[in-house]
């Protein structure tokens, strides 16, 4: 099991970015998958996340309206498409996955202890 997340950069505040996490050795339809961030001094914290069999989605509440997670089955492959980042979206983001752990995310504390993580993409919103 693989993830490769890229997509990170330096963005105003306001701006967009679109996160990708590419994965191997597993199919994405099949497991939950998402994202969590993890600032410097600070916990990490789960931004996001997909449920396998329903695609049920969740969201932080200090990222609902803004960020939007999507699964593009053809392409294995997660996003999370940013709008209006705020400076407090700064942190470096990974994506999670597990394979064995059923087809819910439990988020956000299931993400979290998701057994899989690939590195992360450092997001850095700043004027």
């Known amino acids: 099991v693989q993830l490769q997340a890229s997509g990170g950069g330096l963005v105003q505040p306001g701006g967009s970015l679109r996160l990708s996490c590419e994965a191997a050795?597993?199919?994405?339809?099949?497991?939950?998958i998402g994202w969590f961030r993890q600032a410097p001094g600070k916990e990490r914290e789960g931004v996001s996340c997909?449920?396998?069999?329903?695609?049920?989605?969740y969201y932080a509440d200090s990222v609902k309206g803004r960020f939007t997670i999507i699964r593009d089955n053809a392409e294995n492959t997660v996003y999370l498409q940013m709008n209006g980042l705020k400076p407090e979206d700064t942190a470096v983001y990974h994506c999670?996955?597990?394979?064995?752990?059923?087809?819910?995310?439990?988020?956000?504390?299931?993400?979290?202890?998701?057994?899989?993580r690939g590195q992360g993409t450092q997001v850095t919103v700043s004027s």
């Open positions: 999670a996955t597990d394979i064995v752990y059923g087809s819910m995310c439990h988020f956000p504390g299931g993400l979290l202890g998701f057994g899989y």
């Open positions: 050795g597993f199919s994405v339809p099949y497991h939950p």
């Open positions: 997909i449920n396998s069999l329903d695609n049920i989605t």
